[in-house]
């Protein structure tokens, strides 16, 4: 039911699928799927993508993320969802085990995560490139100092090509640790482990359609990568990193172009830069591309217990503050 529904689903990107959920949660063992289903009475299927990601109140209740990671989660559905619908299948979610639940905003849905009134909102946004009049008219939406630095890559002998092989995928494992040595908290989310990009190889080689490791060579070396997500008309660029080579030669512009060209020639709609995580140089790159930048919220629901837990957790660590740390709970 889930793979059909996200292939019927218009709106539903990679991180609505269950590769997105197969793919976290065999990198992070810690991780389960939680994933919701629900047929509504006018034969409408929904799915809920969810995947816990911690247990409170002595494991009687369940902490969930739609989707994981920080990306795009929300129902998703084979037909319309009126905001009765949407707003009952949210509460279907919170009931049973889960209690705390964090929604980040799918941009393509047509309709928003709901905001009661004891919800706790975020603001976001993410930069979309639009792929609508070809590659010609994507690469004019560059800024001219972009446009230049392509064509400058390209002469220095940069070259791009899709990865086939785990070593390829260890070479750009190699890569993204350099980018984590010489950035450090300049960088975007959390480090990763080998393991999740020993998990790509694996998908990829199981559905290459919708997962590749773009990699930008030069003389033999690996200089840079990126990894694309493609689902529907959506390619989400999830990963990227490169060598100080590689940024002197201006790899990962020539492996932007190409990824961007390539997702023209084969119908897709929008690539999908993602948010930058409060980074304002990684904001500014970002929006040399051209792309549209969205508005997202991220959406955090708790049912009244764990609100009430969460209180009394808070003051009570106020109260030990306050005391030095001498105030004992029976």
Known sequence: MWLDVSRRCEYATFFHTPLWSELITRAFPALRNATRYETLANGVRVVFPLVEVDRRLHGRSMVAHSSGFGYYGGPIADGPLDERALGRVYRDALRGRIGDLEVFQNPLAPFPPPRPRTARVQEDFTDMVSLEGGPSRVMERFDGERRRLVKKGKASGVRSRIATTKDDYRSYFATYQDSLNRWGEGLVGEPVPWNLFEA???????????????????????????????????VSCWHAAGSARGRESFALFVLMADAMEEACDS????????????????????????????????????TPLVRFAGTARNRLGALRALTGGKLRTP
Do not use: M
């Open 200 to 234: 790509c190889h694996d998908l990829a080689g199981r559905h290459p359609a919708h997962l590749k490791l773009w990699l930008a060579e030069q003389d033999g070396e690996t200089l840079s990568g990126i990894v694309c997500l493609y689902w529907n008309r959506h």
């Open 267 to 302: 119908g897709f709609s929008w690539f999908d830069l993602h948010g930058s995580g409060g980074l304002e140089g990684v904001a500014w790159y970002k929006s040399r591309f051209g792309g549209e930048r969205k508005p997202l919220v991220r959406v955090r629901y708790q």
